[in-house]
């Protein structure tokens, strides 16, 4: 099942509402499909330089290693010179902070990753699981009985 340009747009438009609702600071969001190829992207005005290559960096580290950026956080702080080399390999477009998921179908089937950026990464990362879910569209915790490899930690 690809990812639909209207889902993309689904996940962007709750990301920014639910935002707006919590008087955040400006987000900037972007979806891509499998191989980091984008979808969709908005950056809200008096969004910093720079928001489009975070989030951007974000939803790649997602697809690169099959997990949550806040768990490619983690790995980068028990392994870091195995990550060294993913940054380097990945010629440093995987970016190790918290707000990129992996976007599932129903039946677990990898269909991209949404990057959020402009708050603090947990907020970042709280946002992309609900426009996701708002989307009708699965995050990694929502299909663990599936029984397929789900990264939850590292």
Known sequence: MPLALAQANAIISAILTRARE???RPMSVVVV?????????????????MRFEMAMGKAYAS???GRSSSLVLTR??????????????????IFAEGGGRLIRAADGE??????????????????AAHGIHAAGLRIDEDITHLGGAVRLQN
Do not use: W
């Open 22 to 24: 919590l008087n955040l």
């Open 33 to 49: 499909e499998p191989g980091a190829i984008v979808k969709a992207f908005q950056k809200e005005d008096g969004s910093s330089m």
């Open 63 to 65: 697809l690169a290693l």
């Open 76 to 93: 980068t702080e028990e392994r870091p010179i195995f990550m060294e080399f993913l940054f380097n390999a990945s010629e440093r477009k």
């Open 110 to 127: 990898v269909i991209g990753a949404v990057g959020v950026t402009g708050d603090t990464q947990q907020m970042d990362e709280e946002l």
